[in-house]
């Protein structure tokens, strides 16, 4: 199949497939008109891409699932290094959590002071 093939059948960008593919995470053949040309196994490998990217993964860290992007990500046994990876992933996302936190918190604070309480911030 073809980018905008694959795009559609994904729901994903061509941009974003030329990017996955930049990144060695999928692969594809050139047909003698140029045109990228994936294989029908791709559309599984680029769904799991995308639900790894989603659970808040990045594509360095989806490199590690390399080995079992073609099957069923979300069903397969976890790897000792994937449950690595995914432990750093989220120690990573809490901290930027926890100072986006503490960012709210000192603007509310300042706001109720600048307007003696009577703006109050959005929840």
């Given amino acids: 199949m073809r980018i905008g093939e694959l795009a559609r059948a994904t729901g994903t960008s061509a941009r974003a497939l030329r990017h996955y593919e930049q990144a060695g995470l999928i692969s594809s053949q050139r047909a003698p008109n ?4 994936y294989d029908e196994r791709a559309a ?16 360095d860290d989806v490199r590690v699932f390399l080995p079992c992007l073609d099957g069923d990500v979300a069903a ?5 290094q994937g449950l690595r990876v ?31 309480g009577r703006i109050r911030p959005v929840a």
């Fill in 34 to 37: 140029g045109y990228r040309v």
């Fill in 44 to 59: 599984v490998r680029v769904r799991n891409i995308r639900h790894l990217l989603a659970a808040g993964l990045t594509l």
């Fill in 76 to 80: 397969a046994p976890p790897s000792e």
């Fill in 86 to 116: 995914a432990a750093e992933r989220l120690a990573v996302l809490n901290d930027r959590i926890a100072a986006q936190t503490e960012a709210r918190d000192r603007l509310a604070a300042a706001l109720r002071q600048a307007t003696g």
